[in-house]
């Protein structure tokens, strides 16, 4: 009797775990049906409902996109930027939702309505996009194939497909996109720049520019090198281009080698005294006992040897350098003296730039270039500044790529730029910012305007 009572009493402890268990949703015990809780709605806008399924194949797809991301970065010795758990789930959260809101105004505007014109343009783009995709499979997979034509055609889709691509997939992307963008220029059709807003945007440029320039003048020769456009020029500047006559490929291996010895000499000299001058300085402390001084100037001889040594391949590597830098000069002197020679004749200089420069780097218009400008090798600059009237040429200067021939273009005004020469891409830049500005703010009220409910609790289970 005993016995069926303690039984019994095991009986009912185990059924009061289990129903303490169905209560705590994060019992293990708790067996979740894949069905019914991938159709638990996870998202509503405005009524149009997401399940979990969906969302967590949005999710996955997301975070699949960040591993391929961290591989990238990998391949190139680089880190991604970590992302949690936590920050992707907000992210997708936040995508749909905007993605939601956005295609549901596109509804309401009939926007997503195509004319015929979208419709062409669709299979276009959809045609372009799939040949795309196939082209990535035959680089990928069939570099070695010896598949052609309708074969290989075949094969290309058939791949596409196994790596999950889909043309319809692709022609509903596109439409989207499609749509999104009609949504953008509806929304942003009435914004517009004054001719004041390109002023004071103007005015700012030349005051953040004729600071810097106040800083270091040598800012708007670098601006211009790279590409950039300056507001404001300090005094001293003038435009030059140049013929770069390159030393050639077997002259520039062995002075690269050259300068390569050379380098590891002056290290080596540069440590070498550096021993041999703390030597001296503890040979000047006070206090030495006569053993230590002993040692001291047995070291001292010992280090200048080293010195002298060291000193003596920092000379000789000094000299090959000359001598491989001399070979090089004399194998392209005809040439570069050939084309001076042509310049003082009246040759224009532009031709004979297009056709001989090898400075593939030089801008349209030239280098901005000061004194005291210290972005270029000295022997340019030297040859540059060293030239009085614009027009003139410099005789082939010898420099460490090659032969400079140096042509002075143009003086450079002091002060601000002509806001003529930029007027039109400051309008271009503040428009599309406030593009920008007037869609996102649009995209934000239609979105507070909206009913959304999340359940982050289905979505985290």
Known sequence: MIGKVVLIMKKLRLISLILVCVMLSGCSL?????????????????????????FMEELNANIEMQKQLEVFYKSYGMQAPAVSEEEMRDTTIDDIVRNTVLKQKA???????L????????????????????????????????????????????KAIA????????????????????????????????????????DSFVARDEALAK???????????????????????????QILIKFLDENQTEIDTARGVLSDKETAFTQAESAYNANKEALKEEGLSAEEIQELNDKKAELKKVLETAEDEKSQAEDDLDTALEKGYSAIIEK????????????????????????????????????????????FMDAAM??????????????IYGYYIVYYSA????????????????????????????????????????EIIIDKEAIID
């Open 30 to 54: 708790v067996v979740k049906d894949p069905e019914v809780d991938g159709a638990r709605i996870v998202i509503t806008v405005n009524g149009e409902e997401m399940n979990k399924k969906a």
């Open 107 to 113: 509804a309401k505007l009939q926007l997503d309505v």
């Open 115 to 158: 004319s015929e014109e979208d419709i062409k343009q669709l299979e276009k783009d959809t045609e372009n996009s799939w040949n795309n995709i196939k082209n990535g499979m035959k680089a990928r997979f069939f570099t070695d194939s010896e598949l052609e034509g309708e074969e290989l055609e075949k094969a290309l889709e058939e």
């Open 163 to 202: 790596e999950g691509y889909s043309k319809e997939e692709e022609k509903d992307r596109l439409k989207n996109t499609l749509i999104m963008e009609k949504l953008r220029q509806e929304t942003i059709k009435d914004v517009s720049v004054t001719a004041e807003e390109i002023k004071a945007e103007y």
């Open 215 to 241: 800083e270091d003048p040598n800012e708007y020769g670098r601006a211009l090198m790279n590409r950039q456009t300056n507001y404001y020029a300090p005094s001293g500047y003038r435009m030059v281009k």
């Open 336 to 379: 570069a003296q050939g084309i001076y020679d042509r310049l003082i004749e009246g040759e224009d200089f532009d031709t004979l730039a297009q056709e001989y420069n090898e400075d593939t780097g030089m801008p349209q218009e030239g280098y901005a270039v000061r004194k005291g400008f210290e972005d270029f090798d000295i022997a």
């Open 386 to 399: 060293g030239l009085k009237n614009t027009g003139d040429v410099s005789k082939p200067a010898k420099g």
């Open 411 to 450: 003086d450079v005004k002091e002060g601000a730029i002509d806001i003529s020469k930029v007027q039109e891409d400051i309008k271009a830049d503040l428009l599309k910012q406030k593009q920008d500005e007037t869609y996102e703010n649009a995209v934000k009220l239609w979105t507070d305007e909206s």
